[in-house]
């Protein structure tokens, strides 16, 4: 019975998920009966599949709906999109990753195929030969974004792709040049982020601004050292997982490491600029690392040398970034 697309971006309240899906249908609702049950009735006895995009900001009203359709409704599927999970019953969570990174010498990456042809369709006269570096390092600093690629490209109708390369420590003035006709938050890389970090209260929020300042992986004991004891320990656990969830930190399932993209650090970096909150959180990591050095020296003679030296190595980013701003700072101690 067909494939219904619902955009939920254009709707603003959880109270409006139902009506935006009879409106999807074009079903005009029941007399005295609701949007939400006249859509579970016209839906009870079709096989349909109903995609509902964008459901991170009325998540609550997305995630009733669904219960309450696939309850009437046996029949029909939901593939749903969004930066968190509906947690609703039979919800079968599949993580979209960022494109490859990964090129070898005889082939480009996911990431740089893409800028290329992306690229060449702005300018089809461009010519990539002897571009690789400078499209291996937009790609790996925009951390294989599809929508920061895609729009980086659209910048090759005034700039070389070298140009736009020694750029990207802008990146959010450089990226603004969405297509017409794309949604509003798809238009700059900043109204993307934007519409992410908004969706967060304000303590997490905080976390976000804080986790920023880590340059390289860090692990939840470095999160929980970095909020300092007046933050609960528990919150700051919780309020991680719920970033993970929303795609605002990579976790590596692997190892209990964490990690930001560079644009989301660089991002929260930003918003700790506009709080002139800067220099106290890298103040509170500078501390954090000095503390970490003083624990390795004193574990590193031994039988766990081998193990304290690689975990020295994985955290130089954030000892060097640590030493930067001690010493631009005054408190090289």
Not at 15 to 29: H, N, T
Not at 52 to 71: K, Q
Not at 180 to 185: A, F, I, Y
Not at 304 to 319: G, I, R
Request: aromatic content about 6%.
């Amino acid at each position: 019975d067909g494939v219904w697309l619902v955009e939920l971006g254009l709707i603003d309240s959880v109270d409006e998920v139902a009506s935006a899906v009879s409106d999807a249908m074009r079903l005009l609702p029941t007399p005295g009966v609701g949007f939400e049950t006249s859509v579970a009735q016209w839906c009870s006895t079709r096989d349909l599949l109903v995609v509902l995009d964008n459901c991170e900001h009325v998540l609550r009203g997305a995630a009733s709906f669904v219960g309450s359709l696939l309850a009437a409704a046996p029949r029909v599927k939901v593939l749903a999109t969004s930066r968190e999970p509906l947690m609703v019953s039979g919800e079968h969570v599949f993580p979209v990753p960022s494109l490859s990174l990964d090129a070898t010498p005889d082939a480009r990456s996911e990431a740089m195929e893409f800028f290329i042809e992306r690229a060449c369709s702005e300018v089809p006269t461009l010519d990539v030969v002897g571009q690789d570096e400078h499209i291996r390092e937009v790609c790996e600093r925009l951390d294989g974004i599809p929508l920061a690629l895609e729009l980086a490209a659209a910048r090759v109708r005034g700039l070389s792709i070298s140009e736009i390369s020694k750029r990207l420590d802008e990146r959010f003035r450089l990226l603004t040049g969405g297509r017409s006709g794309s949604v509003e938050r798809h238009a700059t890389l900043r109204a993307t982020v934007d519409w992410s970090y908004h969706l967060l209260d304000r303590f997490e929020q905080d976390l976000f601004e804080r986790l920023a300042t880590f340059a390289g992986r860090f692990v939840v004991g470095d999160a929980i050292g970095l909020c300092g004891e007046e933050i609960d320990e528990f919150d700051v656990i919780d309020t991680l997982g719920t970033l993970v969830n929303r795609s605002l930190v990579v976790r590596d399932d692997r190892v209990p490491e964490y990690r930001m993209l560079e644009t989301l650090r660089a991002y929260g970096r930003e918003r700790l600029n506009l709080a002139q909150r800067i220099d106290t959180v890298r103040r509170d990591h500078a501390v954090l690392m000095a503390a970490k050095a003083r624990e390795a020296r004193a574990s590193a003679a031994g039988p766990s040398e081998a193990a304290v030296t690689a975990l020295l190595e994985a955290q130089m980013p954030d000892y060097g970034s640590a030493a930067e701003w001690a010493t631009s700072a005054g408190r090289p101690e």
